[in-house]
């Protein structure tokens, strides 16, 4: 699941880059707000998780694990297409999208923080 985690967020990364780059080359920074949270959430999160995933396997094996794989991965495509397109299309009516993804998203980080708290030993 860690190497997995790392894979999806250096997709992530690629995206967040390339949302910054045409910021940048058209002054328009409309997206800065899904620019960051792919940054933060695809990019720097899932790194971190993947990386620990990998460095301690039984963390990754665990119910909490998975689960925050899934609900992470699911939440935050849908929270950033409903921001994206909230933003674009100047349309309030997405951002229950918004809401609904970041709520996935924010249960599957506080899943990753439980299985943190409750798995993670010292050797």
Not at 19 to 44: D, E, F, R
Not at 53 to 60: C, K, R, S, T, V
Not at 63 to 78: D, E, M, Q
């Amino acid at each position: 699941m860690g190497i997995t985690l790392i894979k999806i967020s250096a997709a992530y990364f690629a995206i967040g880059v390339a949302i910054g780059y045409y910021m940048s080359s058209a002054h328009s920074y409309t997206l800065t707000p899904v620019h960051v949270h792919i940054n933060l959430l695809g990019w720097t999160a899932l790194t971190l998780a993947g990386i620990l995933y990998h460095l301690f396997p039984d963390l990754a094996k665990t119910l909490s694990g998975k689960i925050h794989f899934w609900l992470h991965n699911v939440g935050l495509p849908l929270m950033m297409i409903g921001l994206f397109f909230a933003l674009v299309l100047e349309k309030e009516a997405l951002l229950p999208l918004v809401a609904t993804g970041a709520t996935i998203t924010s249960l599957g980080i506080f899943s990753f923080v439980f299985n943190i708290f409750k798995n993670l030993k010292a050797t």
